[in-house]
């Protein structure tokens, strides 16, 4: 089977005589069992006609932002959410400075700023528009969104011009495409993820729980599963959809959420546990809803077992990482903890601090290991689980290859 059979590319084609040789990348994607949807922007119609694209990747070929056949039905969140990997080749400098500055003002970049999966850009421009600075800023801004630069190569160019600029070959194109479902990714990976919060009982109609809403956790499974990992989330009480492709099994407490890890733990490659468990739940959980017969009152509370520490723990244990809720000292306390409960990794995050933590979109996190720290800025949770899957794909491959030396 080939490595990109059932993967969806979506590969979009901006203005520059290299889209002649886009035509040939979508059969080379066929030919390895892609299945591939088109998106055309005005100016990639002045080199190549849709009729050409859309007759080899045996789609209809998207062009308009506001083509009523498809957008009554949200067509671009739904072209942005189908794709495993956006591939824009030819990259344009203006299609790249549009998406350097967050614009949506076609088709095309609406769906790369509205997807989370991973983009590519096959630059292709005069050797003085790669030079220049303008374009190397745009250049730099994307890479550091992750998103992947793929070329441009050196040599004579349409315009007479000899430079960097040219666009890669399509046979390279494909090898890229094939090695970002492969090598470095997490394919063939079983992930286990815990998610937001536990829910300790102290009545049939209170309980003790955090401010935990899970985004984190469902960011992190969506961004394993975007690299081909089969991923299984378990989840504390959230009101979050389940991410496409994930299975997904819900828990209330503590002794639940570690009832389901344990199950499935023996199977799993990567085990990472960022639900806020309650530390501790009531020693007793009353039948009948509590009367408030006294001025005071207080409620006995017993240990929950630590699920990450158990993991960790057990004579062969999935790689294994944490994350470190912390209101100060983040590195500091975040070390002790990883020290403590033997995980590979942990991610720290302050909590107490006014943007970041609990409940909101962003978030930022320093993650931890022997011997090394990586800093991931303060950005949107979806990219953040990006990042941080990386390096732990990274870390994780690392002491494979250590093991198997
Ligand atoms: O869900 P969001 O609103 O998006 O917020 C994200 C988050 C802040 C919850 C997340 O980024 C995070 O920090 N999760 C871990 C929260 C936490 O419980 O931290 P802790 O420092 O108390 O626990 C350390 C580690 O031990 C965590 O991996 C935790 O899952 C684990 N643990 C803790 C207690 C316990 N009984 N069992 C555990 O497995």
Redo the contacts with the bound molecule.
């Keep these: 089977m080939s490595a990109l059979s059932g993967r969806k590319i979506l590969v979009g084609v901006s203005g520059g005589i290299a889209a002649y040789k886009t035509a040939q990348l979508i059969r080379l994607l066929r030919g390895a069992d892609a299945e591939v949807r088109v998106v055309m922007t005005r100016a990639a119609e002045q080199f190549i006609t849709p009729m050409t694209l859309q007759a080899l990747s045996g789609q209809s070929v998207r062009q308009s932002l506001f083509d009523p056949a498809h957008e009554a039905a949200m067509g671009h969140i739904e072209l942005a959410r189908w794709a495993d990997l956006i591939l824009v080749a030819p990259a344009s400098a203006d299609c790249m400075a549009r998406m350097a500055a967050g614009m949506a003002d076609d088709l095309l970049t609406t769906i790369c700023l509205a997807s989370e999966v991973p983009i590519a850009l096959a630059p292709a421009m005069n050797q003085g528009m790669w030079r220049n600075r303008a374009t190397a800023q745009n250049v730099r801004t994307l890479t550091q969104r992750d998103v992947r630069m793929w070329g441009p190569a050196e040599g004579d160019q349409a315009c007479g011009e000899t430079g960097p600029g040219r666009m890669l070959e399509p046979e390279q194109l494909l090898h890229l495409v094939q090695e970002s479902f492969s090598r470095g990714s997490a394919a063939g990976l079983r992930v286990l993820l ?3 919060p536990t829910r300790e009982p102290i009545d049939p109609v209170r309980y003790l729980s955090n ?7 469902f960011a992190l499974a969506r961004a394993f599963s975007a690299q081909g990992a089969e991923v299984t989330l378990i989840s504390g009480p959230v009101t979050l959809a389940t991410p496409a492709g994930i299975r997904r099994i819900d828990v209330e407490t ?1 002794l639940e959420m570690e009832a389901a890890v344990m199950a499935r733990v023996e199977n799993c490659d990567i085990f990472i ?7 501790y739940r009531p020693a007793l959980a009353v039948d009948q809803k509590i009367k408030k017969l006294t001025q005071r009152r207080s409620i006995e509370l017993v240990r ?6 158990t993991v960790a723990a057990r004579p062969k244990p999935p790689f294994t990482v ?5 209101t100060e000292r983040p590195v500091e306390y975040a070390q002790e ?1 990883r020290k403590a ?1 033997g995980v590979d990794m942990i ?1 720290a ?1 302050l ?1 107490a601090a006014a943007e970041g ?4 979109d962003e ?1 930022s996190l320093i993650v931890l290991w022997e011997g090394g720290r990586r800093d991931l800025p303060m950005t949107d ?1 979806p990219h953040l689980a990006r990042l941080l899957v990386t390096q732990v794909l990274l870390n994780y491959e690392k002491k494979h290859s250590t093991e198997d030396t």
């Design positions: 815990t998610a937001g401010r935990s809403s899970g985004k984190m956790g503590a546990g960022c639900a806020a468990v309650a530390d929950n077992p630590d699920i990450l520490a944490g994350f470190a809720a912390e903890k409960k991610a995050n909590v933590g609990f409940e909101r978030n949770k």
